[in-house]
């Protein structure tokens, strides 16, 4: 409306609206309701590998560029410095294998992300989300240990308003815009670790591995590609047929390229 306030952007939702007229003026009013619910469930499962009292790191996430400072050139013109940072799941774990199947592990696991904007928010650069954790276990062979959890409970409450006529008791409804939203949050960090003591466990814990990715893939290609009935999703190979290595290969006294036999000369077979 023009010399109005603008509202808030609008959802999907039920809206009714109507203009009327009373002593040559318009009022306009809007009703808007809308309900939303949501969930999500994010599941990060890093894996590492490592040798005894050597430490081991796993980032899975962005590179994002922050604003560090401002400098000016002898020129008299200005500019930002930039600093990357990684954004995303990231831990770093050192084992001591004791005697016995006991594993003393320090761990430090951080999930970061980077935050909405939000309008109105004073902030000279992005703002970025965390939850780290550091600690020191004493985990037995296969066993499997929760680290820590939190649970985050959010609740935002918002009114916009039209001064003074926002805050008649009843009358004060047409007048302002309300909005509510609640957001939980469960951070749960669990930890298997495993000794691999000789090449048999190796195998054994790549071949899990392995086998696990290719049976994704292959629950993939009986799905299908969407749109594209044609293609197929790549798999990997079987991994027992990825073990057996074709042979090397070996020279022979001729050669055909495109029905030309080439015969190598003495010496050279």
Avoid: C
């Amino acid at each position: 409306l023009a010399g109005g306030t603008d509202l808030p952007s609008l959802g999907d939702g039920l809206t009714l609206g109507g203009v009327g007229q009373s002593g040559g003026t318009t009022i306009a009013t809007l009703i808007r309701a809308l309900a939303g619910d949501s969930a999500s469930n994010i599941l990060s499962t890093p894996s590492l590998l490592t040798m005894d009292n050597e430490e081991a790191e796993i980032i899975v996430g962005q590179n994002v560029p922050f604003r560090s400072g401002r400098a000016i050139e002898q020129s008299g013109q200005a500019f930002d410095t930039i600093q990357r940072q990684d954004v995303g799941v990231k831990l770093t774990v050192r084992p001591q294998i004791n005697e016995g199947n006991a594993v003393k592990l320090e761990i430090e696991q951080e999930v970061s992300q980077v935050a909405p904007r939000i309008s109105g928010q004073d902030a000279a650069d992005l703002i970025t989300n965390k939850r780290s954790l550091r600690t020191s276990v004493m985990v037995d062979d296969g066993q499997m240990v929760v680290l820590g959890g939190l649970i985050d409970d959010v609740l935002v409450q918002t009114r916009n308003k039209v001064p003074g006529l926002g805050d008649i008791p009843g009358l004060g409804r047409l007048f302002r815009y309300d909005t509510s939203s609640k957001e939980k949050r469960n951070l749960m960090v669990f930890l298997h670790p495993v000794i691999i003591r000789d090449h048999n466990d190796m195998t054994g814990q790549t071949a899990a591995k392995y086998n696990y990715i290719r049976a994704e893939q292959l629950r993939s290609r009986a799905q299908g590609v969407l749109m594209m009935p044609d293609d197929t999703v790549p798999v990997l190979p079987d991994w027992e047929a990825l073990l057996h290595l074709p042979p090397p290969f070996e020279a022979t006294a001729a050669a055909t390229v495109r029905g030309l036999t080439i015969q190598p000369p003495p010496g050279r077979q």
